[in-house]
């Protein structure tokens, strides 16, 4: 037996979460087995838990899209018993039982080995914001964008994505300019590393096909009209990786940035992308991250605090990244 945070339906469709105790014999089908020792609370995890999202496919649920762990059992060559992985995505969490349970089955091709550098804790303390940010940091230097191109802008800094990414371009030479609606992470986001803060209002209300040019580089979390503001604003060449919806699914934007100026929109999927390109970038995070930096901004707690804490995340009242003992 095992402790699992179970959301479950009733008749009715009401949704409730309760830790469990769950037999193993409950675990979806897999592979691999891994003693899960870590897990994260991430924004798809918190509307989860609340039920203000529709992200659970089929109940009961465990739901956690990230674990880290150490191999229990395998009837895969690719993975022994004793071998220290991660998981990011592939719709755990959502239509297979996620993280935040002491034991998950998956898959072996949907595994990470988990890189020297990092401990079980410290790559839940990154998580699939972590890794998305950096997915979207390996996009900009792949199309181009170095520390000399110019301001690099990261929307949504205070969240778990732009978080990351504010410190990471900082830590690698960028002039990163930071934007959130939250006045109070103002010192938060200089301490990672912003250059400057912009308020989210900037960038909220309806623009212009074409504004001033001013970033060479963007990470946008938002989606919506801030994302449509952000390309109207790329200097000529510049690129945008767009990794969320925050904002909303819709882009009120025109051609004119993409057609007149050359900017180039990527889209960033952290869900089912590549083995290869998982491996590329938590080997890069493995390079990059301040160890210090990143604990100091990281929340410990419980399972059991998992539901309080999700309605604390998605109503503003915490920031950082919130991590899951479960071993």
């Not at 003693?35 to 649920?61: C, H």
């Amino acid at each position: 037996m095992f402790d699992a945070l179970l959301i479950e339906k009733s008749p009715d469709g009401q949704q409730s979460v309760h830790v469990r105790q769950v037999d193993e014999t409950s675990l979806p089908d897999g592979d691999v087995t891994v003693r899960v020792e870590w897990s994260t609370l991430n924004y798809k995890d918190a509307l989860a838990i609340t039920g203000r999202g529709p992200i659970i496919r089929q109940f009961p649920m465990a739901p956690g899209v990230d674990f880290a762990g150490v191999v229990e059992k395998s009837s895969s060559s690719a993975y022994a018993p004793g071998d220290r992985v991660l998981l990011n995505g592939w719709g755990v969490g959502e239509r297979h039982w996620g993280g935040l349970a002491q034991k998950a089955r998956v898959p072996a091709e949907w595994l990470t080995p988990l890189p020297s550098a990092f401990s079980t804790r410290s790559a839940m303390a990154l998580g699939t914001a972590g890794y998305t940010a950096m997915l979207c940091i390996l996009a900009l230097q792949q199309q181009g964008v170095t520390k000399e191109s110019g301001p690099v802008l990261v929307t949504g800094a205070s969240g778990g994505v732009g978080s990351v990414a504010v410190m990471l371009l900082a830590r690698l030479g960028h002039h990163v300019v930071a934007v959130t609606g939250r006045e109070t992470e103002r010192d938060h986001l200089t301490q990672l590393g912003a250059a400057e803060i912009l308020p989210r209002e900037d960038f909220s209300k309806p623009g212009k096909p074409l504004e001033k040019t001013r970033w060479a580089g963007a990470v946008d979390v938002a989606g919506g009209q801030v994302l449509a503001n952000v390309c109207a604003s790329m200097k000529p060449g510049g690129v945008v990786t767009a990794c969320g919806l925050a904002a909303g699914m819709d882009f009120p934007a025109t051609v004119a940035p993409f057609i007149l100026r050359g900017v180039t929109l990527v889209g960033i999927d952290s869900v089912m992308c590549d083995h290869g390109r998982r491996v590329k970038a938590w080997d890069a995070l493995a390079e990059l991250v301040d160890m210090e930096k990143l604990d100091s901004q990281t929340k410990e707690i419980t399972l059991r605090d998992a539901a309080e804490a999700a309605t604390a995340l998605l109503d503003g009242k915490l920031h950082g990244r919130v991590v899951v003992k479960l071993d």
